[in-house]
């Protein structure tokens, strides 16, 4: 009688189990991932104006990526030099030029001695206008990023689309297999795109450039959004060091761009904070239009917002100009959060906010407030060197240039006329060594071992791609840059492109899904960016990475 009540009882088993597995939630067994990730380089962003606006930030916009999300606070760039192609490219692949081979914005194929441009590709057309601006790819560059394993990982179901102005900035942080980049055309005022990703614009960026969104923007003209009393953290707004636009007398507030545009093209849009708003615009419309962090896979948008670039390089570091700029972009990152809330919903996206460079004060500036600083002239220092070097060698134009601070060889004309180059790279040096403005002078290939500072000989050798960079890296003195003139008639405005901090520091802030609240102060590199996100989503860093990931702002 006890086993038949036994097994009575224990025939029951499987029916309590069944309800109570059917009682409870299904567990999923998707991988955690965001719906949709959204990169945001702000061009020649310096870390420092995280903070040197905070006080007139509103809550929406850098103040919540601080208060919501993770900053690491001391992120640097680990290479020279420090461009806008470089920096693009380092941000997605976590690698340096001296493995992902985009060595600057321009560079010499050493072998030839013939210019490159970073994204510039001969065997692809434009696709969206009759210019050539879109004969453009990502075939220069020689490693995958973060994007391109996002695609592999999901077997190329994740949607990845990049967008700039700039061509170099929409182009290289999507990779190799991005669905789209596109970029903005200043001869027809469309964004456009290339036959390296597609045969025609999808209808509904046709549909975004039939609004002729920058003549509406330019009608609008520039003035500051506040009071410009209010304007405190910055120089009195006519001054000797911003340059003022082609057609103004003064560098000076109202921009009367409905006028100035009919002059100058539609390209002004480049350099007037409305570049930034339309940008944003094109990748609200791309989400929409892509229906991107709808699918079943994550899907990567890459936005560079380069308007910030234009405005510094003509205006400086402590312009009125440049806190309107991101007194306005905080604006319009706020209007951006909003929009991704609704459309993906809070906590499902994750966002990363950096910049690809930062930039210099402007050194008669800084020598009219008594802080050491200049202009080193190139183009003088150059004819100089080919005077010398040919009166030796018997050989005209032995250097091609200085670009990227570095000394570009003629091998070529080296090789034909079967010159010593270690000859000649000693004469180099020895004559760079004794200019005032010029702290060192290090052969490529002997950095490993050159008498410098062991941050510098580091960066040294993460920037030097054999094929693709100069034979010897030249080091300015701190607040110096190349430019032209002295004095009251030194350069207006700003440039970028050495190791020190105000170049090399920039933001790194990460804020939603997967992301904790806080800081870290330790050093971190632009290198642990890609990293970073790869380990958050679960996929393989980008195959010439060198970084790590920041593994205090992941949950």
């Known amino acids: 009688m006890k086993i038949k009540n036994l097994l009575i009882l224990l025939s029951f088993v499987p029916l309590l189990l069944s309800a109570q597995t059917k009682n409870k939630p299904a567990v999923s067994t998707a991988l955690p991932r965001p719906k949709l990730v959204v990169g945001i380089v702000v061009d020649q962003m310096r870390w420092d104006y995280l903070y040197r606006y905070y006080s007139r930030y509103g809550a929406g916009g850098f103040k919540r990526l601080l208060n919501e999300g993770f900053s690491c606070e001391n992120t640097l760039i680990d290479y020279i030099p420090t461009v806008t192609a470089a ?171 409905s006028s100035l545009y009919k002059s100058i093209g539609l390209g002004l849009i480049r350099n007037v904070p409305a570049g930034n708003t339309m940008t944003i615009d094109l990748a609200v419309a791309a989400i929409n239009g892509e229906n991107m962090g709808h699918g079943a896979n994550t899907d990567f948008l890459a936005l560079s917002l380069s308007s910030t670039d234009y405005i510094g390089h003509q205006f400086a570091v402590n312009s009125v100009e440049i806190e309107d700029t991101y007194l306005r972009l905080d604006r319009d990152l706020a209007t951006f959060f909003t929009y991704l809330d609704a459309k993906i919903g809070s906590g499902n996206y994750t966002v990363f906010l950096t910049a690809d460079h930062g930039a210099a004060h402007n050194p008669t500036f800084l020598k009219d407030n008594g802080i050491p600083a200049g202009t080193w002239d190139d183009a003088v220092a150059l004819k100089a060197l080919n005077k010398i070097l040919g009166e030796k060698y018997k050989a005209d134009r032995l250097i091609l240039n200085f670009d990227n601070y570095q000394v570009n060889l003629n091998n070529p004309v080296i090789k034909q006329l079967k010159l010593n180059v270690d000859d000649i790279k000693a004469d180099c040096i020895q004559y760079l060594q004794q200019l005032p403005e010029i702290a060192f002078v290090v052969d490529m290939r002997k950095a490993q071992t050159a008498n410098i ?87 393989q860093a980008p195959n010439g990475s060198i970084g790590k990931p920041v593994g205090e702002a992941l949950k």
């Open 87 to 257: 920096g693009h490219t380092a941000i997605y692949t976590g690698s340096v030029p001296a493995i992902h081979g985009i060595a600057g914005n321009d560079f010499i194929i050493q072998a030839t001695g013939k210019p490159m441009y970073c994204t510039d590709d001969s065997t692809v057309q434009t696709v969206g206008s009759t210019s050539i601006a879109g004969k453009m790819s990502p075939r220069n560059l020689l490693t995958t990023t973060v994007t391109d394993e996002l695609r592999l990982a999901t077997n190329f179901k994740s949607k990845v689309i990049g967008i700039a102005l700039k061509d170099r900035g929409g182009i290289l942080p999507g990779g190799h297999t991005a669905n789209a980049a596109y970029w903005f055309d200043d001869k027809s005022g469309n964004w456009i795109s290339s036959t390296y990703y597609m045969k025609d614009l999808p209808q509904w960026m046709k549909d975004f450039n039939n609004q002729k969104i920058p003549e509406t923007y330019l009608k609008n003209d520039w003035n500051t959004i506040y009071p410009i009393e209010t304007y405190t953290q910055s120089t009195a707004d006519n001054n000797k060091y911003e340059g003022p636009f082609k057609g103004m007398t003064t560098p000076t507030f109202p921009v009367k761009t």
């Open 453 to 539: 500072p062991d941050d510098l000989r580091t960066r040294i050798i993460n920037g030097y791609n054999a094929e693709r960079s100069g034979a010897i890296q030249i080091i300015l003195k701190p607040g110096y840059y190349t430019g032209h003139g002295s004095g009251d008639n030194g350069p207006t405005g700003t440039t970028h492109g050495t190791w020190n901090p105000y170049d090399a520091h920039i933001p790194f802030v990460l804020m939603g899904w997967g992301i904790k609240h806080g800081t870290v102060t330790r050093e971190t590199h632009m290198t642990d960016i890609a990293p970073t996100i790869a380990t958050l989503l679960h996929i």
